[in-house]
């Protein structure tokens, strides 16, 4: 069986995008990403893409102040001492319904994220993530 990994990424991509407003608080964020079961969403202004935020991101500062603390809300105290404007990467990588297969498992094999929004023009269309990539790939075998 061969593998067909130049046909464009639409292909496998998720159309649904659960994204979050950059006015949005983090408790909004942890919301939708438990909500809907995922670890990456774009971050929009005005429907534009501005950032990306993952749930790792979420994590890591609730685990860096529940450290130092015994007792008290920790993740009510951090999120309102940060927003999502504050914790998203700025200006993400993007890549085009034109790309490839192939050329998105490059992209992420050689970088550090494991997510990438889906841009036309400055409309975002999708999200394919490691996972996407993977569940492809096994679904040839």
Same mark, same amino acid.
């Given at each position: ?28 964020? $942890?919301?939708?990403?438990? !909500? ?5 969403? #774009?971050? &929009?202004?005005?429907? +534009? ?30 999120? $309102?001492?940060?927003?999502? !404007? ?5 200006? #993400?990588? &993007?890549?085009?319904? +034109? ?35 993977? !569940? ?6």
């Amino acid at each position: 069986m061969t593998i067909s990994i130049d046909i464009p990424i639409t292909t496998i991509m998720t159309k649904q995008i659960i994204s979050v407003d950059i006015k949005d608080g983090l408790a909004r964020a $942890e919301h939708l990403f438990k !909500k809907h079961n995922i670890r990456h969403m #774009p971050v &929009t202004d005005h429907k +534009k893409i501005v950032g990306m935020l993952s749930m790792n991101d979420l994590l890591r500062i609730s685990f860096a102040d529940g450290a130092y603390r015994e007792e008290g809300d920790i993740q009510s105290d951090i999120y $309102e001492m940060f927003n999502v !404007k504050n914790l998203m990467v700025r200006t #993400p990588e &993007t890549i085009s319904p +034109k790309n490839t297969v192939r050329e998105v498992t490059s992209l992420l094999t050689n970088r550090k994220f494991h997510a990438l929004p889906v841009v036309d023009g400055e409309e975002i269309v999708g999200m394919v993530t490691t996972t996407d990539l993977l !569940k492809y790939y096994l679904s040839m075998f």
